[in-house]
């Protein structure tokens, strides 16, 4: 099976901006989680997204949103990039079902905001 | 909100030493516990995890964790490390029926040849 994949890879944008993410799920996987990962906060959950719809939410600001496509395909959108944005995002896949459901994760997107 | 500790935030060691990572959580109900590593340049992935049975649960390359339900802690142990463990350690714990887990802040192991 292919992994989780995450375009672009790298991404440089100024303050003020928006920027889309893409993630690619493991095919039959319907749960999408997106992450920000900081070398002083580890991984901080954004959202999860399971048949289209929104499922668990995280404590980051509304400028964080995402998406996901009947195909499981999902997108996370920040806008008006702030500095402390700057991160790895990563996006992790799985069936959805429970409680004891491996997360799989993509390499993720650098983002460096200027 | 539950929520997991990692003390160990930096571990360096020689090769054939022993390794003890800790990890507690706080959360007195039912959980589902896991280790991932992500090694330099790599995806994260699963060492192993844990939900019923038998505590002590055994992972992909001679790692093994215990879960000691009291102390609330899934400590990660490998009796002899070697060079290629050299990566960054997350626990996470799974509490109270939540399908997404919440991650500690990692423990970064250095492993010298």
């Known amino acids: 099976k292919a992994g989780v994949t995450q375009t672009p890879r790298y991404l440089i944008k100024t303050r003020g901006q928006q920027v889309t993410l893409s993630c690619s799920p493991i095919?039959?996987?319907?749960?999408v989680s997106w992450y920000q990962q900081t070398p002083g906060q580890g991984l901080q959950f954004l959202f999860e997204?399971?048949?289209?719809?929104?499922?668990n939410k995280g404590n980051f600001p509304g400028r964080f949103s995402g998406r996901q496509f009947s195909n499981s395909r999902s997108e996370m959108n920040v806008s008006t990039l702030e500095l402390g944005d700057s991160a790895l995002y990563l996006c992790?896949?799985?069936?959805?079902?429970?409680?004891?459901?491996?997360?799989?994760f993509g390499p993720g997107t650098r983002l460096t905001v200027l | 909100a539950q929520s997991v500790s990692q003390h160990n935030h930096h571990v360096i060691l020689s090769e054939a030493a022993s390794l003890e990572l800790g990890c507690n959580y706080s959360?007195?109900?039912?959980?589902?516990l896991f280790w991932y590593v992500q090694y330099p340049g790599q995806h994260l992935q699963l060492l192993l995890k844990?939900?019923?049975?038998?505590?002590l649960v055994k992972g992909i390359k001679g790692f093994e964790a215990e879960f000691i339900k009291s102390k609330f802690s899934f400590n990660l142990r490998k009796p002899s490390v070697q060079w290629s463990d050299t990566a960054e350690y997350f626990c996470?714990?799974?509490?109270?029926?939540?399908?997404?887990?919440?991650f500690g802040r990692g423990t970064s192991l250095i492993v010298h040849p």
């Open positions: 992790a896949s799985s069936a959805g079902t429970g409680g004891t459901d491996t997360q799989y």
């Open positions: 095919s039959g996987h319907r749960s």
């Open positions: 997204y399971f048949s289209e719809t929104q499922r």
């Open positions: 959360y007195g109900g039912t959980v589902n």
């Open positions: 844990y939900f019923s049975g038998d505590p």
């Open positions: 996470a714990v799974n509490a109270g029926g939540s399908y997404i887990p919440t």
